[in-house]
């Protein structure tokens, strides 16, 4: 009992909530919000037990709001000045919290800058502002192919062979599509989803294996309207127009669409496995994304822990507590389990059994020669993005035409933001 109250008493002091005179520490609540995703949700009541359990003078309350919500009820809080101490957020949305004052930087005394750098995989770079983080990655994502086993078999393809280049994929997916006597898709080869990663893995995959690249490397420009992006954007819009294997919409979306083994592979990413793995009706694998020319590219994105603008005082030191919590490798051995994302400590990742893993092994080495592009909007770039291709399948836009104007409009946004 006696060193269960010392390191009580240990703990309150260096909060700074012991109660003046009183002898007895003063709870410290503090609140984290992220948006609702059932995973993430559990994992995180797990580590804030852990949490609490170790740090007896913090209490956490996990607040959730749905994705379309969330931005808006984070600008409304702080308006209101009760913003949450702990908040999770894209990494494509830190300029726009920057801007809107929701965050503040990460103190260089408990998060040093040469430790980050050391441990973590070099897309966490894209929190950095300056010589400030403004936020870690509890775990991070990158992009491979999931597949049918059962049809690949079903359509004379070796399930342990999967296809490795463009041009496998592509004869993979004719042998699996299969339509009905008037043209409709019974099951299709790919499931194509635009407005989820399909613009993803156009933008950052697709236009690098073709040789080019996204955005200048400050981000301040857009890269994509060169010859590179045209080949790009005429292999994915030709899956649908020219071979005819998958078709937007099919069953609303793609990874429902895998889900119902109606599709031979998608494209998807980490956040994807605790999902699919719930599938009993069929057998299905990972493999890392097809290459064209033997050029490998991949696209690492994550959602991010930040400490909220408005913590002060005792609760900006629980707060710095939490977030050191959630960035450890303990914490990100549990996320691995419960969500199915990558660790974002190299250590935590880079062990042999993940490596080796047949499911998370591809989205490990995947991490190796992934991009992750800074974003001033997300969601304004990627809606450019999901506009330019579907005025391709659905206008007939010409390719080249639609990536210029693309180009255009997104180049406005990169221009607006710099402007302010």
Request: hydrophobic fraction near 45%.
């Amino acid at each position: 009992m006696k060193v269960a109250r010392r390191s009580f008493l240990a703990s309150a002091l260096a909060l700074g909530v012991f109660a003046a005179g009183s002898g007895r520490a003063q709870a410290v609540e503090i609140q984290y919000w992220q948006y609702v995703f059932d995973t993430r949700v559990q994992a995180m009541t797990e580590l804030i037990k852990q949490f609490e359990a170790e740090n007896p003078g913090i209490t956490v309350k996990q607040v959730t709001f749905p994705y379309a919500d969330y931005q808006t009820r984070l600008i409304a809080a702080k308006a209101a000045g009760r913003g949450p101490e702990v908040m999770q957020l894209f990494y494509g949305w830190l300029d726009t919290f920057i801007a809107g004052k929701l965050v503040q930087p990460l103190p260089q005394t408990a998060f040093k800058n040469a430790e980050i750098e050391r441990d973590f995989f070099p897309i966490v770079s894209a929190m950095k502002r300056g010589d400030q983080y403004y936020g870690l990655p509890t775990a991070v994502r990158s992009m491979a192919l999931f597949y049918n086993k059962d049809l690949f078999q079903k359509a004379g393809l070796d399930p342990e062979k999967p296809p490795r280049t463009l041009d496998e994929f592509v004869a993979a997916a004719k042998a699996i599509a299969k339509r009905d006597a008037a043209g409709n898709f019974q099951q299709v080869g790919i499931a194509l989803d635009i407005a989820r990663q399909d613009h993803n893995w156009w933008r950052e995959i697709l236009v690098r294996q073709y040789g080019g690249e996204s955005y200048s490397a400050d981000g301040s420009k857009v890269a994509y309207n060169t010859e590179a992006g045209e080949k790009a954007l005429a292999f994915y819009t030709g899956l649908q127009k020219v071979h005819r294997v998958g078709q937007e919409s099919f069953m609303d979306e793609g990874q429902a669409a895998f889900r119902a083994g109606l599709a031979g592979m998608v494209v998807d990413g980490t956040f994807r496995v605790a999902s699919y793995k719930t599938i009993q009706s069929f057998k299905w694998g990972v493999v890392e994304l097809p290459t064209h020319d033997g050029k490998k590219a991949n696209f690492g994105s994550y959602f991010a822990n930040a400490i909220g603008a408005s913590a002060t005082g005792e609760k900006l030191a629980a707060a710095e507590k939490f977030m050191a919590f959630i960035s450890s490798e303990k914490a990100m051995n549990v996320w691995l389990e419960k969500v199915g994302e990558l660790p974002a400590r190299r250590a935590v990742a880079l062990t042999e059994a993940n490596i080796k893993d047949p499911i998370y092994g591809p989205f490990i080495r995947g991490l190796d020669y992934a991009a992750t592009p800074p974003m001033v909007d997300e969601a304004a770039q990627r809606q450019v993005s999901i506009d330019m291709i579907n005025a391709v399948l659905l206008k007939d836009t010409p390719i080249k035409d639609a990536l210029n104007a693309a180009a255009t409009r997104e180049q406005a946004i990169l221009d607006k933001f710099k402007a302010k």
